[in-house]
Antibody, heavy 123, light 107 residues
Framework: EVQLVESGGGLVQPGGSLRLSCAAS????????MDWVRQAPGKGLEWVGR??????????EYAASVKGRFTISRDDSKNSLYLQMDSLKTEDTAVYYC??????????????WGQGTLVTVSS | AIQMTQSPSSLSTSVGDRVTITCRAS??????LSWYQQKPGKAPKLLIY???TLQSGVPSRFSGSGTGTDFTLTISSLQPEDFATYYC?????????FGQGTKVEIK
């Protein structure tokens, strides 16, 4: 059974840092792109960024709103995905989801999601 | 960034009704679009990918169509468990962008 379990959320002051983790199980983690998606309270979904798989050299992509402040990494030996969040702003307050990316032909989709972890940026 | 515009933003409907949600991209995205269902307090769930391919395990009352800039998610006969918010997502280029969501409510 595929499982994605996020952890590391909490309350942090503006300007602070936080590191989220996503523990994966039930599939070959190294084969997949992995993404972070967030959802501010009462709002819609916002893509945060991606780490590609080993075959694609673990390259990363980021939304403009987090580029230069957030860093996505992964440790395939631990089946884990990370989101290092620095210089946090109040507008980063959201539930953060990790999501597994799958590719069939040219089609990409998020077929599994974690349960989410809440990050609150407030003084 | 490609903008994804969903309509309507919300709709009130009844069990058994046919529901159609549209998603329009600000530029052509071929068929690189997926649809997700989200219930309150839960993670999104994949329904459709590649604009029209039904994800395994998703009921056949859900269907998707479209290519280029205009896409549709249809629920042929709404069931009680289908009351939720629906999002489209384009993965044609970066940044990936979601529609703003369509909330399907009970009339």
């Amino acid at each position: 059974e595929v499982q994605l379990v996020e952890s590391g959320g909490g309350l942090v002051q503006p300007g602070g840092s936080l590191r989220l983790s996503c523990a994966a199980s039930g599939f070959t983690f190294s084969d997949h792109y992995m993404d972070w998606v967030r959802q501010a309270p009462g709002k819609g979904l916002e893509w945060v960024g991606r780490t590609r798989n080993k075959a694609s050299s673990y390259t990363t992509e980021y939304a403009a709103s987090v580029k230069g402040r957030f860093t996505i990494s992964r440790d395939d030996s631990k089946n884990s995905l990370y989101l290092q969040m620095d210089s946090l702003k109040t507008e980063d307050t959201a539930v953060y989801y990790c999501a597994r990316g799958s590719i069939v032909g040219s089609a990409f989709y998020f077929d599994y999601w974690g349960q989410g972890t809440l990050v609150t940026v407030s003084s | 960034a490609i903008q994804m515009t969903q309509s309507p933003s919300s709709l009130s409907t009844s069990v058994g009704d046919r529901v159609t949600i549209t998603c329009r991209a600000s530029q052509g995205i071929r068929n690189e679009l997926s649809w997700y269902q989200q219930k309150p307090g839960k993670a999104p769930k994949l329904l459709i990918y590649a604009a029209s391919t039904l994800q395994s395990g998703v009921p056949s009352r859900f269907s998707g169509s479209g290519t280029g800039t205009d896409f549709t998610l249809t629920i042929s006969s709404l069931q009680p468990e289908d009351f939720a918010t629906y999002y489209c997502l384009q993965d044609y280029n970066y940044p990936l962008t979601f529609g703003q969501g369509t909330k399907v409510e009970i009339k």
